[in-house]
């Protein structure tokens, strides 16, 4: 098993199961065909913290062995790195939110009414996707992943995935 991140590193990786294939269908619907399917964030303590459809949580970095994984390089002071780990751990609980992906998928459709009425339930801070989590933990932190004029939460695995192309 590879060491586990830097703290505060933003890890792309598959969800196991049907509940991975439903979300890369979801994905998919929105256009977005990447095959990383989770987000989580490095802490510094050889765990992750990552949105799960149960409440975020925080869970070993092992948990991780045997599956494909990457990491978005992005350049981070010490000091950022503490603050993007405490930020993560005061979210843990925070509750999931499905409607994400609707909402998603009538934004890239351009179905302005859904869109309008789903806005409200997924522009929320306690209720988030993994990868909705992770941007938010970084905004939150000062640190902004997207300069293209997006909603903060119009974010999904893919789109951090796309990062990690820009950036390798």
Same mark, same amino acid.
């Given at each position: ?68 994984? %990457?990491?978005?390089?992005?350049? /981070?002071?010490?000091?950022? $790195? ?5 930020? *993560? =751990? +005061? ?13 998603? %998928?009538?934004?890239?459709?351009? /179905?302005?009414?859904?869109? $309008? ?5 997924? *522009? =929320? +801070? ?43």
């Amino acid at each position: 098993m590879a060491a586990s991140p830097l703290p505060g590193s933003i890890v792309l990786t598959q969800i196991d199961g049907l509940a991975g294939k439903l979300v890369w269908l979801l994905q998919a619907i929105n256009g977005d065909l990447s095959r990383w399917t989770h987000v989580a964030v490095a802490l510094d303590d050889g765990t992750v913290f990552e949105a799960q459809p149960g409440g975020a949580v925080v869970s070993p970095w092992s948990k991780y062995e045997g599956r494909p994984h %990457a990491v978005v390089p992005w350049d /981070l002071r010490n000091d950022e $790195r503490d603050a993007i780990v405490a930020e *993560a =751990r +005061s979210r843990v609980g925070t509750g999931y939110n499905w409607t994400t992906y609707f909402y998603l %998928a009538a934004y890239r459709l351009r /179905l302005p009414l859904v869109t $309008r009425f789903l806005r409200s339930r997924v *522009a =929320r +801070s306690d209720k988030m996707i993994c990868s909705q989590a992770a941007d938010d933990i970084y905004r939150t932190c000062g640190i902004h992943l997207f300069d293209d004029g997006r909603l903060p939460f119009d974010v999904t695995p893919g789109d951090l995935a796309r990062l990690l192309d820009r950036r390798s």
